[in-house]
């Protein structure tokens, strides 16, 4: 049974850092493209960026560009998202989700349950 579990949200401050886990189980992290998502209050889930099986970064968004990046522990069984310069604008409910594809389409398939991320301060 596929199954994802993000941890790591929390309050910072603009200008802070965060890191965001996926915890997988019932498949492996590297045999599948994994992307994060998030919904801010009052508007639609977006794609924020994924990893490819190949190891490559996909960024959906570019407001994230030089600020995210995202990186996966074959032994932790986890995907990472790591934060910095947080903007008030990131805050959201991130989402991690196993790509329905074996590339970053977009698009996810199997998803966590969510972590809030809040920036203000």
């Known amino acids: 049974q596929v199954q994802l579990v993000e941890s790591g949200g929390g309050l910072v401050q603009p200008g802070e850092s965060l890191r965001l886990s996926c915890a997988a189980s019932g498949f492996t992290v590297d045999y599948y493209a994994i992307g994060w998502f998030r919904q801010a209050p009052g508007k639609e889930r977006e794609g924020v960026l994924c990893i490819s099986t190949l190891g490559d970064t996909v960024y959906y968004v570019d407001s994230v560009k030089g600020r995210f990046t995202i990186s996966r522990d074959k032994a932790k069984n986890t995907v990472y998202l790591q934060m910095n310069s947080l903007k008030p604008e990131d805050t959201a409910v991130y989402y991690c989700?196993?790509?329905?594809?074996?590339?970053?389409?977009?698009?996810?398939?199997?998803w966590g349950q969510g972590t809030q991320v809040t920036v203000s301060s």
């Open positions: 989700a196993t790509d329905p594809r074996d590339y970053c389409s977009g698009y996810g398939l199997s």
